[in-house]
């Protein structure tokens, strides 16, 4: 699987979440199934593409929101280290990373890439 990343925070739909694809946080490692994302608490999608090094090499995104992460069941976990946190899964079966991969809009470019 590829890395996840979003941006966005809050507890409601209005706060942006981009996403380059899907890396699961090893189960042994972490005791839960989970997909490693970054928040950009301010809202500034394109200033976290820049800054983040993880996401600033990808060459698109995913747009989302928190609010619809919620929404499709997944909780938000902080990680300790903002502006990254993690979206628990509670399994890896295709009905559940399908729910995932609905709670994100279609493929974008992402603005704060490097070339």
């Known amino acids: 699987?590829?890395?996840?990343?979003?941006?966005?925070?809050?507890?409601?739909?209005?706060?942006t979440t981009c996403s380059g694809g899907l890396r699961n946080a090893p189960f042994e490692d972490y005791g839960f199934h989970g997909v490693?994302?970054?928040?950009?608490?301010?809202?500034?999608?394109?200033?976290l593409c820049a800054e983040v090094d993880e996401v600033r090499r990808l060459g698109q995104i995913r747009l989302s929101t928190v609010g619809r992460l919620r929404q499709a069941g997944f909780t938000l976990l902080s990680t300790g280290r903002t502006p990254h946190f993690d979206v628990?899964?509670?399994?890896?079966?295709?009905?559940t990373l399908g729910h995932l991969r609905a709670a994100f809009g279609p493929p974008t470019a992402n603005p704060g890439r490097v070339t």
């Open 1 to 15: 699987m590829t890395p996840l990343w979003s941006s966005g925070a809050g507890s409601t739909g209005s706060t």
């Open 88 to 95: 628990a899964l509670p399994d890896l079966t295709g009905t």
């Open 36 to 47: 490693s994302v970054f928040v950009a608490l301010d809202g500034a999608v394109a200033r």
